[in-house]
């Protein structure tokens, strides 16, 4: 299913979702994209060998859901991308999932770039976050919320509701 949320005067946001048709739908993920370009379809849902991330959770009993951050893929493209408004993206697709599965909390895995907004985005908006995932997610410690943002990244670690993935390079 495809979504197209409004934020803003004039942009929108493009969410899809999946699950399986077969079983009651388990907890919400929501998967945010890295800086590549390319969106949902690049990042998630590229059925390589008849494999993709959004399939793969949803095959686990997920309610898989991917957004488009504005300035990539299906969403509006502003000139300059903005990064507040990347963090607003995924506060509006939180509170949209959130408000159609009752009020629950929402996984969010962000890789890359995606990582360092869905970081930024749980320490502002921890109500609508249940856990969190970065895959190879930089981080600045330059950002004027530095300081709090890895306060809360090792109080989720401590609670168990944080996973960090890293690929080694070789």
Known sequence: QESRLQVGASDQIYVKEKWRDDRERGPAMLMVHGYNGLGVLG????????FSGMDFFAERGYHVFALDIRGFGQSSHPDPICWEDNVTD????????????????VNLLGGSYGGAITFTAASRYPDLVDRLILLCTPYRTARPEGRAMLNML??????KKLAYLSVPVS
Not at 154 to 159: F, K, S
């Open 154 to 159: 090792l109080q989720m670690a401590d609670q």
């Open 43 to 50: 990042n998630y849902d590229l059925p390589v060998k008849d």
């Open 90 to 105: 995924v506060k509006a697709v939180l509170s949209f999932i959130s408000a159609k599965r009752g009020g629950a909390r």
